[in-house]
């Protein structure tokens, strides 16, 4: 079966950082796109950055462009979004999703085959 599984958050004041991971088991990441995305009580998810297979394609939010970024070790089966400059808006449970892709990606959740848990972050002094 495949499997995602969200890592890195928590809580982190406002202006600070963190760095998200997507991990990977039972299946290889690397023919795959991935997203990441964002939702809280009472909003619609929101797609918040995606990387295309091999890396070479990447797309963000405009509310997260300039801050977040996202990348990819497929050797470690795993993708990563580092984010900086964090707004108490950011807080959010945030997923990774697997798509399977030729290369682009796409921050629409609708066309993800593939979810984790998903996992807190929260910004707040």
């Known amino acids: 079966q495949v499997q995602l599984v969200e890592s890195g958050g928590g809580l982190v004041q406002p202006g600070g950082s963190l760095t998200l991971s997507c991990a990977a088991s039972?299946?290889?990441?690397?023919?795959?796109?991935i997203g990441w995305f964002r939702q809280v009580p009472g909003k619609d998810r929101e797609g918040v950055s995606c990387?295309?297979?091999?890396?070479?394609?990447?797309h963000y939010a405009d509310s997260v462009k300039g801050r977040f970024i996202i990348s990819r070790d497929d050797t470690k089966n795993t993708v990563y979004l580092q984010m900086t400059a964090l707004k108490p808006e950011d807080a959010a449970n945030y997923s990774c999703?697997?798509?399977?892709?030729?290369?682009?990606?796409?921050?629409?959740?609708?066309?993800?085959?593939?979810w984790g848990p998903g996992i807190q972050v929260t910004v707040s002094s």
């Open positions: 999703a697997a798509l399977s892709s030729q290369g682009l990606c796409t921050i629409h959740a609708r066309y993800y085959d593939y």
């Open positions: 990387v295309g297979r091999g890396g070479v394609y990447s």
């Open positions: 039972r299946f290889s990441l690397d023919s795959y796109a």
